[in-house]
């Protein structure tokens, strides 16, 4: 089971602006990084520590951390950013690297 | 640019041995820890292992700890997960990441496009 929990699924409307939350008791100590993952694809790194974003990845996507919840905004959501999303950090102990359950978001 | 490419996956036996490989190129691997990353069909990424840039730390999901064993040679630029006592339940794509950052920053850089995992009964 995962130690951070994920909505499910969330959808949002074309150039509007989604919010992602991912919750646990390892976040008040450690910084989330999140992942993009389309179908059939491996997964992208897409934002990660304070709101840092890799070579190739837009501004549109950012992340911020209060207490146990981190969260991803997608602003601006374009058609290709339809895709799964997951949080990940480690566990309250540090000793393990766990992820979230995945968020779907639909953009219609 | 950064390549990693898994290898190794198939269909075996429940209760078999299987090992995987991750050859890597376009930066400097004995530089970074590595980490295996697994997917069950239409689940989500579950993590499985971590060792460090010299080999010579190791860490495990609990669930894993003792029946896998992540290694790596530095000289072949190439990451290694032996799997023993396989199950239906490690059915998975697996992949293999470079660690990025440090302190209570860190986070799997880049990744590889997998490598199926089939475990029959």
């Known amino acids: 089971s995962s130690e951070l929990t994920q909505d499910p699924a969330v959808s949002v409307t074309l150039g509007q602006t989604v919010r992602i939350t991912c919750q646990g008791d390892g976040l008040r100590t450690y910084y989330t990084s999140w992942y993009q993952q389309k179908p059939g694809q491996a997964p992208l790194l897409v934002v990660f520590g304070r709101s840092s974003r890799p070579s190739g990845i837009p501004d549109r996507f950012s992340c911020s951390t209060s207490g146990n919840t981190a969260s991803l905004t997608i602003t601006g959501t374009q058609a290709e950013d339809e895709a799964d999303y997951y949080c990940s950090s480690r566990d309250s102990s540090g000793a393990h690297y766990v992820f979230g359950s995945g968020t779907k978001v639909t953009v219609l | 640019q950064v390549r990693l490419v898994e290898s190794g996956g198939g269909v075996v036996q429940s209760g078999t041995s299987l090992t995987l490989s991750c050859a890597a190129s376009g930066f400097s691997f004995s530089n970074y820890a590595m980490h295996w990353v697994r997917q069950a069909p239409g689940k989500g990424l579950e993590w499985v292992a971590l060792?460090?840039?010299?080999?010579?730390?190791?860490l495990y999901a609990d669930s894993m700890k003792g029946r896998f064993t992540i290694y790596r040679d530095n000289s072949r630029n190439t990451l290694y997960l032996h799997m023993n006592s396989l199950g239906p339940d490690d059915t998975a794509v697996y992949y293999c990441?470079?660690?990025?950052?440090?302190?209570?920053?860190?986070?799997?850089?880049?990744w590889g496009q997998g490598t199926l995992v089939t475990v029959s009964s």
């Open positions: 990441a470079n660690n990025g950052g440090s302190g209570y920053s860190k986070y799997f850089q880049f």
């Open positions: 060792i460090s840039s010299d080999g010579g730390d190791e």
